[in-house]
């Protein structure tokens, strides 16, 4: 652009001055978008630095650039006079923006520009034989344009230091309005000279670029924190639920395990000590115990990704102090199990299997007896548990084990069997519940890894309820 002003033929091209004034309007167009675009980036970025430099801008571009329109086709005093008014009052602003004050509202740069307005609209009103034209031109000469050169450099420094490519070319920018304004003083071409519009177009171009890569910067990393944010509500969110989901598994589990102990301290406090008394203590404890680890958060095994530790323990021991709050409790509970017969994992899974199994008993058949057996098939442990009721409702179908599946006319939440299957298969066994015949009820068998050691393999068992049976998975 700076080559073609050079240009002789270019320069009698049209009317004298057309080409100034299509330079100067573009130039003041260009730095008004620069002024929007540096208010949006501090609005985005919350960075006052870029208020007080849109300030500045916006004072540049509606007084400096409109005036030196009018300057072009003959400078005068008073032209003179008010450019540099505005030029006192923008350049403050910009060097403001080097380092802006923290303290003062987004507002403040915009009130400077306003009384600097107002100043240069007063200053239009100075006779032209009033103005000191020689004090005006060392004023520009001495201190507008060495500020403004000291701002360009400024910015150049901040962006090589910072490594910003953006904020280096905003520097290079202001250089070039610098160095077009060197270039008159020190040649004495009137203001109305291609040259120095062409190069002051040019420095508003490469600023107005700048500012518009700040913007596609500010706007992306407000795009990425927000997708950021939203990932980690999304995870925070599935956190909830699963807190919410195990903060009602618990207290189903406590629930259950509260309504075994329910009924019987009248009994622990009837003052007999025979053996059937010690044996209710020694269950209550053993009940008391688990319901403590389930509140400590220990009693849940998918609560901890590597779960519980594994070891052998014995199976009739767990389901005869169930039985035994049970019955105590008024329920027709029996229990039959091998006494030799071991498992391998974690004893506290299968006493919460039973419980909840017992418990759907009472819900689902109450006052209807209740058998539990537990026998060794082969490498695995059976627990069965078998009630004289209704049986399964069909409409559960293959449901039965999901999540919140449960008959509405029996109550419940539909947790128990569904903590129940995930608990049995996190130990590497198998939950399955089907309706029986001869007679009619509900049958869920408990299928376990066997411990081995050195137990003999003890005969395998029929199962109850073989005919008429129907599987439920």
């Known amino acids: 652009m700076t080559a073609l002003a050079m240009t002789p033929a270019l320069r009698g091209l049209g009317p004298p001055g057309a080409a100034v004034l299509v330079l100067t309007v573009a130039t003041a167009t260009v730095t008004a978008g620069a ?4 208010e949006i980036i501090g609005r985005v970025c919350d960075d006052p630095r870029w208020s007080w430099a849109a300030a500045a801008f916006a004072l540049y571009g509606v007084v400096v650039l409109p005036v030196s329109a009018l300057a072009a086709s003959g400078d005068t005093p008073r032209l003179l006079l008010i450019r540099v008014v505005a030029y006192v009052v923008a350049l403050p602003l910009l060097v403001a923006s080097l380092r802006p004050p923290q303290r003062l509202s987004p507002a403040v740069p915009w009130m400077f520009t306003v009384v600097g307005a107002l100043l240069a609209t007063a200053a239009s009103a100075v006779p032209e034989t009033a103005v000191p ?7 520009l000469v001495v201190v507008v344009l060495p500020a403004w050169t000291a701002v360009a450099v400024g910015y150049v420094v901040e962006g090589y230091r910072r490594r910003s490519g953006p904020r280096l070319r905003f520097g290079l920018g202001l250089a070039v309005v610098a160095i077009a304004q060197l270039y008159r003083v020190a040649t004495g071409v009137p203001i109305g000279d291609p040259v120095f519009t062409a190069l002051r177009l040019v420095g508003a171009v490469v600023v107005l670029l700048a500012l518009a890569r700040l913007v596609a910067r500010s706007i992306a990393a407000v795009r990425s924190q927000h997708f950021a944010q939203q990932e980690e509500l999304t995870v925070a969110a599935v956190h909830l639920g699963r807190a919410q989901e195990l903060a009602a598994e618990r207290d189903h589990e406590l629930r259950n395990g509260l309504a075994g102990l329910a009924g019987i301290t009248h009994l622990l406090s009837s003052g007999a000590d025979d053996e059937e008394q010690q044996r209710l203590r020694q269950a209550v404890l053993s009940e008391l115990t688990r319901l403590h680890k389930i509140l400590d958060g220990g009693g849940l095994v998918f609560d901890a990704p590597d779960g519980p530790p594994r070891a052998e323990y014995e199976v009739g021991p767990v389901l005869a102090g169930l039985v035994t709050l049970r019955t105590s409790a008024g329920a027709l509970v029996t229990v039959d199990a091998d006494p030799a017969l071991r498992a391998c994992g974690d004893a506290a899974v299968l006493a919460q299997v039973i419980t909840n199994l017992l418990a759907n008993c009472d819900r689902h058949a109450p006052g209807a007896p209740v058998a539990v057996r537990g026998y060794r098939a082969g490498d695995k442990v ?19 084990l999901q999540r919140g599946v449960h008959d509405p006319s029996a109550g419940g939440s539909g947790l128990g069997l569904h903590i129940s299957a995930r608990l049995i298969n996190r130990e590497g066994g198998e939950l399955d519940l089907r309706t029986v015949t001869d007679p009619r009820g509900c049958l869920a068998t408990v299928r376990l890894p066997a411990a081995d050691s050195g137990l003999d393999v003890a005969p395998e068992r029929p199962e109850v309820g073989r005919p008429g049976a129907t599987p439920t998975r």
């Open 35 to 38: 002024a929007i675009l540096a």
């Open 133 to 139: 034209s020689r004090a005006v031109m060392a004023l």
């Open 382 to 400: 059976v627990i069965e548990v078998r009630d004289e009721g209704p049986g399964l409702r069909s409409a559960l179908g293959h449901d039965v």
